[in-house]
């Protein structure tokens, strides 16, 4: 069941001879609870697609569709909500807020939704996370690796239909790594989400069901893993 499409996607910076095609005329669609790694060199215009994906971006021209809608038909609000409810976003510098606590970290983005927390929901995903007895935690009384599973449990809170991660594992040693794609694939696996990663690294590449190469926003590859 296809969950997302991309249609002829250009994105365009500059004018006249500053213009910069990041994107150009990129389209694809993905399965429901597929696990694709998009690779590519710097400045390839990777980040890009993927913040376009995220409703973060809007693109030049093109269309993006999410379970059959049109994402940058809606209206400010609309795309507001959709990036809240249907997409998780995972950067590389984790973005945490410093003064809050992983608890409050991890629930932020549902009480902003103005939402009411799932108890249990929280206490599941902080033992997935294996932060037990850490919730009252500030960010800078975590490790590096710490604090991007606290990145990627914010992401995974809102049981999102789509998760985005821009080069997740960038910043960490290669046991970290892979810590945290067992932890991103057992999302993947167990809630059947739509897992879309941007990397530079070939080994995590190779754990995606689906590959995706992008070169000068074109894409010069697609090809499927396993199924």
Same mark, same amino acid.
């Given at each position: 069941?296809?969950?997302?499409?991309?249609?002829?996607?250009?994105?365009?910076?500059?004018?006249?001879?500053?213009?910069?095609?990041?994107?150009?005329?990129?389209?694809?669609?993905?399965?429901?609870?597929?696990? @694709?790694?998009?690779?590519?060199?710097?400045?390839?215009?990777?980040?890009?697609?993927?913040?376009?994906?995220?409703?973060?971006?809007?693109?030049?021209?093109?269309?993006?569709?999410?379970?059959?809608?049109?994402?940058?038909?809606?209206?400010?609000?609309?795309?507001?909500?959709?990036?809240?409810?249907?997409?998780?976003?995972?950067?590389?510098?984790?973005?945490?807020?410093?003064?809050?606590?992983?608890?409050?970290?991890?629930?932020?983005?549902?009480?902003?939704?103005?939402?009411?927390?799932?108890?249990?929901?929280?206490?599941?995903?902080?033992?997935?996370?294996?932060?037990?007895?850490?919730?009252?935690? @500030?960010?800078?009384?975590?490790?590096?690796?710490?604090?991007?599973?606290?990145?990627?449990?914010?992401?995974?809170?809102?049981?999102?239909?789509?998760?985005?991660?821009?080069?997740?594992?960038?910043?960490?040693?290669?046991?970290?790594?892979?810590?945290?794609?067992?932890?991103?694939?057992?999302?993947?696996?167990?809630?059947?989400?739509?897992?879309?990663?941007?990397?530079?690294?070939?080994?995590?590449?190779?754990?995606?069901?689906?590959?995706?190469?992008?070169?000068?926003?074109?894409?010069?590859?697609?090809?499927?893993?396993?199924?």
């Amino acid at each position: 069941m296809e969950l997302l499409r991309v249609e002829n996607l250009t994105k365009i910076y500059g004018k006249n001879e500053n213009e910069v095609r990041a994107l150009d005329g990129v389209s694809f669609s993905v399965e429901k609870g597929q696990f @694709l790694a998009i690779i590519g060199p710097s400045g390839s215009g990777k980040s890009t697609l993927l913040h376009i994906i995220g409703g973060v971006d809007i693109p030049t021209s093109g269309k993006v569709y999410m379970d059959g809608k049109d994402v940058f038909a809606q209206n400010e609000e609309e795309l507001a909500i959709f990036r809240r409810r249907q997409v998780g976003l995972i950067y590389q510098f984790y973005n945490l807020i410093p003064v809050l606590n992983i608890e409050e970290n991890l629930t932020l983005p549902i009480l902003m939704d103005g939402r009411e927390v799932d108890k249990k929901r929280l206490h599941d995903m902080i033992h997935m996370l294996s932060l037990d007895g850490r919730e009252k935690h @500030l960010p800078n009384q975590l490790s590096g690796g710490q604090q991007q599973r606290v990145s990627i449990g914010r992401a995974l809170m809102n049981t999102p239909a789509v998760v985005l991660a821009d080069e997740p594992t960038g910043n960490l040693d290669s046991k970290n790594s892979q810590e945290i794609m067992s932890l991103l694939r057992e999302s993947n696996e167990k809630f059947n989400q739509t897992l879309i990663i941007i990397t530079h690294d070939e080994n995590i590449a190779l754990q995606a069901d689906r590959i995706i190469a992008i070169e000068d926003g074109k894409i010069t590859r697609d090809e499927v893993m396993r199924s």
